[in-house]
């Protein structure tokens, strides 16, 4: 089955800087990768998603790059604000979405 | 239009005793899914089902769980003679059918499982 390793578990950055999250996977049938945003307590969110037909897509102050060759793909979000704090997932699916164990990203003012 | 609902929200159970977690997908949705969250880690799938039918549950232990979506009314997660290692979160996504198993999910609150 689809194994998703994520990394790191844990991201501190200064307001104003960028946070790089990245995954790899496994299964090459993959297809739809989708990230997550969980703030404690809270039902995860989807922020943004890329399709395997695609490289990179972006929305504002997020982008997500996907290199299908290398099976790895990365969460980027510049000029950080303290809301972005969260635990942030990233998820690979064919057919049953396969998750990363997460990122708590802590964004210091 | 509703988001996914779930309830109870927060539910408290004895060791031995039974849970039922209920889920009513987002209008229009016929697939749902059910995962698992511990403390600190990310959503463990159990369970796909459509209407009357379970797809896949490969992520669902053999014994004590069971998952069920009827024709009419929410899908019900149970979990039998609960132990403490079933204290967890447990969220349930569905999407439409035309976004099928490669479409967006959207996720309920979920329901936090406290076995006593």
């Known amino acids: 089955g689809e194994n998703v390793e994520q990394h790191p578990s844990t991201l501190s950055v200064q307001e104003g800087d960028s946070a790089v999250i990245k995954c790899t996977y496994s299964d090459s049938a993959s297809n739809y990768f989708p990230w997550y945003k969980q703030e404690l307590g809270k039902r995860p969110q989807l922020i943004i998603d890329?399709?395997?037909?695609?490289g990179e897509k972006k929305d504002q102050r997020i982008a997500v790059t996907l290199n299908k060759t290398a099976k790895h793909f990365s969460l980027h979000i510049t000029e950080t604000q303290p809301e972005d704090s969260a635990v942030y997932f990233c998820?690979?699916?064919?057919?049953?979405?396969?998750f990363g164990r997460g990122t708590s990203l802590i964004v210091h003012p | 239009n509703a988001g996914v609902m779930q309830n109870p929200r927060h539910l408290v159970r004895r060791r031995g005793q039974e849970a039922r977690l209920r889920c009513s997908p987002m209008?229009?949705?016929?697939?749902v899914y059910w995962y698992r969250q511990l403390p600190e880690e990310g959503l463990k799938f159990m369970v796909y089902?459509?209407?009357?039918?379970?797809?896949?549950e490969s992520g669902m232990p053999k014994e004590r769980f069971s998952a069920e979506f009827p024709k009419e009314g929410p899908s019900i997660l149970r979990i039998q003679q609960v132990v403490r290692g079933d204290s967890a979160a447990y969220f349930c996504?569905?999407?439409?059918?035309?976004?099928?198993?490669?479409?967006?999910?959207?996720f309920g609150p979920g329901t936090r499982l406290t076995v006593l």
């Open positions: 209008k229009g949705h016929s697939h």
């Open positions: 890329i399709r395997s037909n695609v």
């Open positions: 089902l459509q209407k009357e039918n379970i797809i896949d």
């Open positions: 996504a569905s999407s439409p059918p035309a976004g099928g198993p490669s479409g967006e999910q959207f």
């Open positions: 998820a690979a699916r064919s057919y049953i979405p396969t």
